[in-house]
């Protein structure tokens, strides 16, 4: 009588593969949950874990099959090859996000101008009210953090454009467009303070008639350039996040100074994002305004 041998299969090798490929399509309906406000933000960091404790897992059937296969000759190497290349492959943007948080220090706001940053026109109540819900509040700049900040961010500075405050909004509003960012708040625009002064007229004149010391002071404010603000909302390419984005544009006695803050609205750490943010921004207003601009 014949005896046949017969080869096992590594169960490891099978489960290997199988939470492999559940990978793909798990992560992937988180992102469109994300980006179609089906769930919010802690609900898809909680998803996001748990598809990283499913890769991990993946990894150690993985070590498991391979086991069985050099010392039992269980049978399963094909699986086990394709099963670590696709969790390898879904692990590669976590593990370069991993590599930024080493190049670059924890924080999630930053700015062109370190010592005194653009101030939020409606962003900082928004995330005061939403503070309870895990999303960031705007921060107060403090010498340490800012001297943190310059060494980091060394790129980061000011720009000053000869050319008026008029021309450098026209091109900062173009660049907004350009990039589908949602305005959240404006200050000091000059049409609009124009509209707000021309329907204010009469009670102006009846307000400064009765308080000659209240008309002074009208007088000089108005004598006094406003600076102009512009707050936008921007979202990352993949998952959406949310970047409140402030531009303040000052008007001088021959340039016109810019200024960008940036900052996430969640997480602890940007990975540098918003700095690269701002840099992009300030190359495309460059172009912009033909490419002359200057340090702060």
């Excluded at 598809?51 to 399963?76: D, N, P, Q």
């Excluded at 404006?186 to 102006?204: C, F, R, V, Y």
């Excluded at 190359?283 to 002359?292: E, K, R, S």
Aim: aromatic fraction near 10%; proline fraction near 4%; glycine fraction near 6%.
């Amino acid at each position: 009588m014949v005896d046949y041998f017969e080869e096992r299969r590594s169960k490891a090798a099978i489960w290997c593969l199988r939470l492999a490929l559940f990978l793909v399509p798990f992560f992937v309906l988180v992102i469109l949950l994300y980006r179609f406000t089906k769930i919010d933000t802690v609900q898809m960091f909680i998803l996001i874990a748990f598809g990283l404790l499913i890769a991990l897992l993946s990894l150690v059937f993985a070590f498991k099959a391979i086991s069985e296969l050099w010392t039992k000759g269980y049978r399963g190497g094909s699986q086990v090859v394709r099963g670590m290349i696709i969790t390898l492959l879904v692990l590669l943007p976590f593990g370069y996000q991993a590599f930024l948080a080493l190049q670059f220090p924890l924080a999630n706001d930053v700015s062109t101008d370190m010592l005194n940053p653009p101030e939020y026109i409606n962003a900082i109540n928004l995330r005061a009210n939403k503070a309870d819900k895990g999303m960031n509040p705007v921060i107060e700049y403090d010498d340490e953090y800012s001297k943190k900040m310059i060494l980091a961010y060394p790129r980061l500075q000011s720009r000053r454009y000869p050319a008026g405050p008029e021309r450098v909004l026209e091109a900062v509003r173009a660049i907004i467009d350009d990039n589908e960012w949602l305005l959240t708040g404006s200050q000091g625009i000059p049409e609009l303070k124009n509209n707000s002064e021309t329907e204010n007229t009469s009670e102006l004149a009846d307000n400064n008639a009765q308080n000659s010391g209240q008309e002074e002071q009208l007088e000089d404010n108005f004598q006094t350039p406003d600076d102009i603000y512009i707050e936008v909302l921007e979202r990352t390419l993949v998952f959406g996040f949310e970047n409140d984005v402030v531009i303040r544009i000052v008007s001088e006695d021959r340039n016109t100074l810019v200024d960008v803050r940036s900052s996430a609205r969640w997480g602890k750490h940007d990975f540098g994002y918003n700095a690269k943010l701002i840099e992009s921004f300030l190359q495309q207003l460059d172009t912009a305004l033909l490419g002359i601009a200057g340090e702060g």
